[in-house]
């Protein structure tokens, strides 16, 4: 599964902190650079991020204009207090609302990188797994319950246990041990992950 890459805009060090604490939970991201001073935008472009979680105090004309003319394939989250964002010139995936709840803003990350995971080019032949059956998997081979999955991931058990299911049918594989010799060998856990 592809790495989601983040960059952090925001003065306080602080929230900056908890976004990064937040964000690492989830599996295959990491924050890439944090910015405290907007005059430091400029180097962003060298970082290649996937996604950026900006102050939208911190927005002006000046970074309103460089957010939407270079990097245009990044999608762009205005952390602030309340709905209203402005610049309507930057295309908002999201807003993060500074007193929302850890499950609430790890929903809202999550569906966005499910979401650009989705639209990215598939590199599975119709025979192999879904990047999402992968993750499904992963957590099966390190030993995770279907309840403990479906917490995880911010889907239903039976969701869980569907993924499961289609696993199963695609690689001919029944048992969890099967199952996670074939994470071992796949790459996508490594033996000492295992419990």
């Known amino acids: 599964m592809p790495k989601s890459n983040f960059i952090l805009i925001e ?4 929230i900056r902190k908890g976004l990064i604490s937040l964000i690492e939970k989830i599996p295959n991201t990491q924050v890439i650079s944090q910015i405290d001073n907007i005059k430091d935008i400029d180097n962003i472009q060298n ?26 394939n ?5 952390l602030s207090k309340d709905h209203n964002t402005s610049f309507s010139e930057i295309n908002w995936i999201e807003n ?5 709840t850890q499950n609430s803003i790890l929903k ?3 569906k966005l990188i499910g979401n650009r ?6 590199r599975y032949t119709p025979d192999e797994i879904s990047e999402r059956e992968a993750d499904i998997l992963r ?4 030993g995770y319950s279907n309840k403990e999955i479906a917490d995880k991931l911010f889907i239903s058990t039976h969701t869980v246990v569907t993924h499961r299911k ?7 594989i029944k048992t969890v041990p099967g199952l996670t010799i074939y994470a071992i060998l796949n790459k996508l856990i490594d033996l000492g992950d295992t419990k």
């Open 96 to 100: 993060i609302l500074l007193n929302e």
């Open 117 to 122: 995971i989705s639209n990215m080019p598939q």
């Open 108 to 110: 809202k990350i999550n």
């Open 166 to 172: 289609n696993i199963t049918r695609k690689l001919g």
């Open 74 to 78: 990044v999608q762009v989250i205005s």
């Open 11 to 14: 003065q306080s060090y602080i």
């Open 139 to 142: 957590n099966i081979a390190l």
């Open 47 to 72: 970082y290649d991020p996937d996604f950026i979680i900006i102050n939208s105090n911190l927005i002006d004309k000046d970074v309103s204009d460089y957010l939407s003319k270079n990097l245009e």
